[in-house]
């Protein structure tokens, strides 16, 4: 999970839900990601990037548009719920919690 922070930055639209949610969202790598470098393989030379939506896109104006749209507000809604991992994990834990004290 981790090494994921190392790997080459991924194409649009292959990051996880729950990588954006613990990696992505952390203030110092939100801003990194929204301060990219000139890239002239990414739409807009990786300029205007969502950050929630793992998107690139062409203009800042195409960005601002992306902000009000719906399917930006549904990610960011989604990126609120507790991370998958870490809700799997938790109950995992609680229904083992009970267990014991059932026993
Ligand atoms: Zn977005």
Redesign the pocket.
């Known amino acids: 999970m981790l090494n994921e922070m190392f790997t080459e930055q991924p194409v649009q639209g292959t990051r996880d839900l729950d990588q954006i949610q613990m990696i992505d969202l952390d203030p110092k790598n939100r801003a990194a990601l929204e301060a990219q470098a000139l890239d002239y393989e990414k739409p807009g030379l990786a300029q205007h990037y969502?950050v929630?939506?793992a998107?690139y896109c062409e203009t800042d104006v195409a960005l601002r548009s992306?902000?009000r749209s719906k399917?930006?507000k549904r990610?960011?809604k989604a990126l609120k719920e507790p991370a998958y991992t870490i809700e799997e994990a938790e109950r995992a834990a609680g229904l083992e919690a009970e267990r014991d004290m059932i026993v």
């Open positions: 969502c929630e939506c998107k992306h902000w399917l930006h990610r960011c």
